[in-house]
Nanobody, 124 residues
Framework: VQLQASGGGLVQDGGSLRLSCAASGRSFSRVSMGWFRQTPGKEREFVAAISRNGGSTDYGDAVKGRFTISKDNAKNAVYLQMNSLKSEDTAVYFC??????????????????WGQGTLVTVSS
C-alpha cells in the first residue's frame, strides 16, 4: 500500500487549501481514512477521519467547522478541504489508512499505513 499526500503549501491567514491523498495497492472502498498533523516537538494530532462507507466523519476540536474530509472510492482518494486557516494550523499533514474497518466506524488511532506528509504553512 502506498499513500501519496499532496496539496500543501503557503497560504495567508484566513485562506483555504485542499489536501489530497491518493492510495494504491488496496481497495479503497474497504478502508477508513484519516488525516493527522504534526509540528516539531509536538505529538501527532488527530485532524479528521471518515468511515469506510463515507457516511460518518469526525474532526478534532481545533478544526471543527473549518475543515471537511471527503472520500472518493472510485478514485481511491481522500481529501481535506481546509478553510479559514490560522497560523496554528501550520504543520505537516499526514493521511492514514485503517484496514478492516467497519462500515460506519471512525478511528482515532490504529492506522496501518501512512503517507509521507505534506507541509501546510499559514502566514499571519
Amino acid at each position: 500500500v502506498q499513500l501519496q499526500a499532496s496539496g500543501g503549501g503557503l497560504v495567508q491567514d484566513g485562506g483555504s487549501l485542499r489536501l489530497s491523498c491518493a492510495a494504491s495497492g488496496r481497495s479503497f472502498s474497504r478502508v477508513s481514512m484519516g488525516w493527522f498533523r504534526q509540528t516539531p516537538g509536538k505529538e501527532r494530532e488527530f485532524v479528521a477521519a471518515i468511515s469506510r462507507n463515507g457516511g460518518s466523519t469526525d474532526y478534532g476540536d481545533a478544526v471543527k467547522g473549518r475543515f471537511t474530509i471527503s472520500k472518493d472510492n472510485a478514485k481511491n482518494a481522500v481529501y481535506l478541504q481546509m478553510n479559514s486557516l490560522k497560523s496554528e494550523d501550520t504543520a505537516v499533514y499526514f493521511c492514514a489508512m485503517k484496514l478492516n474497518a467497519i462500515a460506519s466506524g471512525i478511528y482515532y488511532g490504529g492506522y496501518e499505513y501512512w503517507g509521507q506528509g505534506t507541509l501546510v504553512t499559514v502566514s499571519s
